[in-house]
Each structure stands twice: as structure tokens, then as C-alpha cells.
């Protein structure tokens, strides 16, 4: 029996750069290039082992706008600091890395900003797979385990296996 945790994702980022896409090959291990724009919000879960429990994501992808990623996203970690959990997460997902010969934002650049707020960061490619799991792994390596002793009374479920589910398709 696994104690499961449930992990709230939230993808922020401008119309574009794939963050339908990388729920997609997280979720389905699927890409489509023909991908439609998030309208609003969509929700998909996954659960994946983590030591000794289930981590079970519950994935909020939102509708980008902007069309400027690095300046969109200092302007929402400014704003997650300012309103969001005091125990957030946050990651930087550097996507498209396969077409790294039209790079827009200097990996050096993505480091040290990551390093400046205390974020995971990672170049990632949801059309080639490439760090995908590791994105969501390291999320999920910041998240400190239950205590033992806790057992039962913290919210938590205990489940036999673990389980994928999608609540609308993607592609
Ligand atoms: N080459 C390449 N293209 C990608 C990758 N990820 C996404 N794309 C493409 O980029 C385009 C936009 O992808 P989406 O996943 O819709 O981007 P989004 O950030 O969810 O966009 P909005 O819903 O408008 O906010 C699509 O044509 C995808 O096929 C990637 O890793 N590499």
C-alpha cells in the first residue's frame, strides 16, 4: 500500500511555446504538431511513483497570450511570489529544445534566473520526449515526504497501484 499525494500544476507561459504539448507527452506520450490553442484552461491528471508514494499530478494547462517568453515569465513568478502558496514549486521548462539552432533565450541567461528564484530549470522537447518525465520528476523531488507517523490523517489515500487518466484528450 502507497500513500498518494496529490501535486497541484499549474503551466504558465506565452500562446505557443508548447505547454499544451508537453502535458500531452507527459500525460499520453503523444505530440501532435497540428495542436489546437488552449481555450481558457484544460485539466489532465497522472500518477507516477515517487520512493515510497504516488505522486498524482492534477494539471491545470492556461491559455497563453503574450508573445515574449522570457519577459512573460518574470512577470509571473513576480506575480506567484507576490499571491501565490508560500510552498510553491516552480520550474522552468526551456521547450523546443530540438530546435536549438533558433534559440531565442540563451540557456546561461535561463540558468542564472532559475538559480535567482530558486527554481528547477530544464530545456525540454515535447516533440522528441526529451526531459519530459524529468520535468515533472523534479517537481516532485522538491515535495518533502510524509512523515511517517502522520499515516492517514493529512489527507492522503492509500491506493494498491498506480494509476493515468486524462479527463479530455489532447491531441
Ligand atoms: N519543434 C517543436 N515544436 C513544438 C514543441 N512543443 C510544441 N511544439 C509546437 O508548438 C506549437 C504550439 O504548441 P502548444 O502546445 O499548442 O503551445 P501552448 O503553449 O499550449 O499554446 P497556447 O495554448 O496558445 O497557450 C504547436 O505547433 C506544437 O506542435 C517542441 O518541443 N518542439
Not at 523546443?96 to 535567482?116: M, N
Request: proline residues 5%; hydrophobic residues 35%; charged residues 25%.
Amino acid at each position: 500500500m502507497m500513500a498518494i499525494r496529490e501535486l497541484k500544476v499549474c503551466l504558465l507561459g506565452d500562446t505557443g511555446v508548447g505547454k499544451s504539448s508537453i502535458v500531452c507527452r507527459f500525460v499520453q506520450d503523444h505530440f501532435d504538431h497540428n495542436i489546437s490553442p488552449t481555450i481558457g484552461a484544460s485539466f489532465m491528471t497522472k500518477t507516477v511513483p515517487c520512493g515510497n508514494e504516488l505522486h498524482k499530478f492534477l494539471i491545470w494547462d492556461t491559455a497563453g497570450q503574450e508573445r515574449d517568453s522570457f519577459y512573460t515569465l518574470k512577470k509571473w513568478v513576480k506575480e506567484l511570489k507576490e499571491h501565490g502558496p508560500e510552498n510553491i514549486v516552480m520550474a522552468i521548462a526551456g521547450n523546443k529544445c530540438d530546435l536549438s539552432d533558433i534559440r531565442e533565450v540563451p540557456l546561461k541567461d535561463a540558468k542564472e534566473y532559475a538559480e535567482s528564484i530558486g527554481a528547477i530549470v530544464v530545456e525540454t522537447s515535447a516533440k522528441n520526449a526529451i526531459n519530459i518525465e524529468e520535468l515533472f520528476q523534479g517537481i516532485s523531488r522538491q515535495i518533502p515526504p510524509l512523515d511517517p507517523h502522520e499515516n492517514g490523517n493529512n489527507g492522503t489515500i492509500k491506493v494498491e497501484k498506480p494509476t493515468m487518466q486524462a479527463s479530455r484528450r489532447c491531441c
